[in-house]
């Protein structure tokens, strides 16, 4: 099992299981000495159950630092969030991005409230996702990109927007020093999927990774976890690393990302 874990959701989002102490001794009991608790931000507008209220923050952060003194002796804990790139909740993100040790982006929709990227079949709103992606990315929003690849979520059919799509990650990446997640949540979890051209995990997906393997763009393995008891099991993480079997990724085990935090703080604008 990894180490190190900065992908991880609470019972607040409203569809992850358990107490926050169970992640906690789960993740002792699977070996981890780093964790990093990653919950769904929230912003202005309620969603359950998508993410937690805004009025839930000021109790998450004070669960979370309280965890992470009374194990200190056993485990590294870091409070992040994960954040979506939208302009609209400026102000909001701005108070996570000084309030949190770090910030993932996990881009669940083009703007809040509108266009779910697990929806998305055509090349245009394929190329707003990257969009998104890179604005986060040049006002220094986030840490590392988890799931690049949920955007093929429904994606009908591998083709050459998809390739276009990894390429531009993987020139984001390298531009910005920013890692790539590996993700080993739902997208494996479910099992594979039907799509016109055959049958694949909803993501991740290895058309992008042969492209960030062939530019050796940072990958950092996320578990994405919404529930305790899978930090005791393998399947998922053995199920991510088959999609990228054969390739030559740059695979970072150890990603500092409270120094890349610091310094992302300091570009943030
Ligand atoms: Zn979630
Ligand atoms: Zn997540």
């Known amino acids: 099992m990894i180490k190190t874990n900065w992908h991880t959701h609470t019972a607040r989002c409203g569809h992850a299981y358990g107490t926050d102490e ?46 992470k003194e009374k194990y200190k002796n056993q485990i590294s804990i870091h409070l992040g969030m994960e954040v979506e790139y939208y302009p609209s909740q400026w102000e909001t993100l701005t108070y996570y991005r000084k309030e949190m040790d770090y910030l993932i982006l996990g881009q669940h929709q083009l703007e809040l409230g509108a266009g779910s990227v697990y929806g998305i079949r055509d090349p245009q709103r394929l190329k707003r996702y990257v969009d998104a992606l890179e604005g986060a990315c040049y006002h220094g929003l986030c840490d590392y990109i988890a799931h690049p690849d949920v955007v093929l979520y429904s994606y009908p059919v591998l083709d050459g927007s998809v390739r276009e799509a990894a390429r531009r990650i993987a020139d984001i990446s390298l531009k910005y020093d920013m ?8 997208g494996v979890r479910y099992g594979k ?14 058309i992008f990774f042969e492209e960030f393997a062939r530019r050796h763009c940072p990958i950092v393995i996320g578990l994405d976890i919404h529930n305790p008891q899978l930090f005791l099991e393998e399947r998922d993480l053995n199920r991510a690393l088959s999609v990228i079997e054969g390739l030559d990724c740059n ?16 570009d943030f604008f």
Request: glycine share 6%.
């Open 179 to 186: 890692p790539l997640e590996l993700n080993c949540g739902s």
């Open 193 to 206: 999927q039907h799509y016109s051209d055959g049958d694949r995990y909803a993501y991740p997906v290895r």
């Open 251 to 266: 695979i970072i085990e150890d990603y500092d990302i409270l120094s890349a935090a610091e310094k992302h703080k300091r």
């Open 22 to 67: 169970e992640y906690v001794q789960a993740a002792i009991r699977g070996g981890l000495k780093t964790l990093g608790f990653s919950d769904h931000a929230a912003y202005t507008t309620p969603y359950p159950p998508e993410r937690m209220d805004i009025e839930q923050v000021p109790e998450y952060i004070a669960s979370i630092r309280s965890l």
